[in-house]
């Protein structure tokens, strides 16, 4: 009975790329907003460590705008806000504008960091816990082996050879951050998984 309900089940639907499309930029939108409420927060952090005179000096600005800075700008939400719109609100403005990520690069790596985009989601409950946890720690260990083979190679680890170990690299922190998303959504618990296969029975 179970077997023939399953095959009575009618196949999913096709993904709507349009609708999809608009789903992505909306999150999108939804994300950047919420950027900018934090602006003045996260200024103020920086400003408080360095200093607001220091900065004012330093910018060569009145200390009044250095306060103003980092309070709430003056938006259609919030109109009695009497804060001002600060250098990471017109910065974010012009990479939603732009999209460029050199920009963001750049401020990533005068921070000596560098930037990697977290993946979108995908799959769902019917991703498996096991196949996904051996492909990364395969995929760690074909990193490892590469950078072992090009020292044994000729004893260093060239440019090229080490531009590849940071694809490398970079691709496979974006499945780690994949794998901890997962977990966090709940796309590899038990209970999902069961949710499913009654709902592909109804």
């Known amino acids: ?26 999150a999108n939108q939804a ?3 919420r950027a900018f409420s934090e602006t003045h927060r996260v200024l ?6 360095a200093g607001p005179k220091r900065v004012a000096r330093a910018l060569d600005i009145s200390l009044s705008l250095v306060y103003k800075w980092t309070q709430p700008a003056r938006t259609k939400e919030n109109p009695a806000a009497s804060g001002a719109r600060n250098p990471l609100d017109k910065l974010l403005a012009i990479f939603e504008l732009s999209q460029d990520l050199e920009l963001i ?14 993946p979108v989601p995908q799959g769902g ?7 996904e946890t051996v492909s990364a720690l395969n995929d760690f260990a074909d990193l490892l ?14 440019d090229l050879e080490a ?6 690299w970079n691709r496979l922190k974006g499945r780690l951050e994949h794998f901890v998303t997962s977990c966090e959504e709940g796309h590899y618990n038990s209970k999902a998984k ?8 109804e």
């Not at 690069?105 to 977290?118: D, K, L, M, S, V």
């Not at 409950?125 to 196949?131: E, I, M, Y």
């Not at 531009?163 to 490398?168: G, H, M, N, P, Y």
């Not at 069961?194 to 029975?201: I, K, P, Q, S």
Request: glycine content about 2%; some cysteine.
């Open 31 to 33: 994300d950047m907003s």
């Open 1 to 26: 009975m179970r077997k023939a309900a399953r095959e009575k089940t009618p196949p999913p639907a096709k993904a709507d790329p349009i609708k999809e499309l608009e789903q992505l930029q909306a």
């Open 125 to 131: 409950s019917r991703v498996n816990f096991v196949s």
């Open 145 to 158: 082996q590469f950078a072992e083979k090009s020292l044994t190679n000729d004893g260093t680890i060239d």
């Open 105 to 118: 690069h750049f401020i990533c790596q005068t921070a000596r960091g560098y930037y990697t985009p977290n």
């Open 163 to 168: 531009q590849r170990l940071r694809q490398q």
């Open 44 to 49: 103020k952090q920086a400003v408080d460590r």
């Open 194 to 201: 069961e949710d499913e296969d009654d709902a592909e029975e």
